[in-house]
């Protein structure tokens, strides 16, 4: 049996942590099938590209643990992990993957509060009387 390989992926606040083994292409997220985890089907589109970029959708086996940010944050998470482990199991995937920008992460976060202000560039609301 070959042993499984796994990745991180993270997208704001999400973190996800993936592992891939061979399989029939069973892809669960938190003890969940990923269909009823992610209910809008553009987020399940998300975490299948890397695997349809490959085509390999049906013989890998994904388990993914998803932690902290939103749906969306962690449907691109498990996207950027998947990826990864893909990198792992052949090397021979990058320029596929690369070319369809999957393993880049999206840096972009929220912004700090900053001081005298309500956010972080919303001010309270003036009055002039």
Same mark, same amino acid.
């Given at each position: 049996m070959?042993?499984?390989? /796994?990745?991180?992926?993270?997208?704001?606040?999400?973190?996800?942590?993936?592992?891939?083994?061979? #399989?029939?292409?069973? $892809?669960? $997220? /938190? !003890?969940? !099938?990923? %269909? /009823?985890?992610?209910?809008?089907?553009?987020?399940?589109?998300?975490?299948?590209?890397?695997? =349809?970029?490959?085509?390999?959708?049906? =013989?890998?086996?994904?388990? $993914? /643990?998803?932690?902290?940010? #939103?749906?969306?944050?962690?449907?691109?998470?498990?996207k @950027?992990? $998947?990826?990864?482990a893909?990198?792992?199991?052949?090397a021979?995937?990058?320029p596929? @993957?690369?070319?369809?920008?999957?393993?880049r992460? !999206?840096?972009?976060?929220?912004?700090? %509060?900053?001081?005298?202000? =309500?956010?972080?560039?919303?001010?309270?609301?003036?009055?002039?009387?």
């Amino acid at each position: 049996m070959e042993k499984q390989k /796994n990745a991180v992926g993270r997208r704001k606040e999400a973190v996800t942590r993936v592992f891939l083994s061979r #399989g029939e292409g069973k $892809i669960t $997220i /938190n !003890d969940k !099938d990923y %269909k /009823n985890y992610f209910s809008l089907v553009y987020l399940q589109n998300q975490v299948e590209l890397p695997l =349809k970029t490959v085509e390999g959708l049906d =013989k890998y086996d994904v388990k $993914i /643990n998803a932690a902290g940010g #939103g749906m969306k944050g962690q449907a691109e998470a498990a996207k @950027l992990g $998947i990826a990864r482990a893909l990198l792992e199991v052949n090397a021979e995937f990058r320029p596929a @993957l690369k070319a369809a920008g999957l393993l880049r992460r !999206d840096p972009r976060s929220v912004e700090r %509060k900053k001081p005298g202000r =309500k956010k972080a560039r919303r001010s309270y609301q003036f009055s002039k009387r």
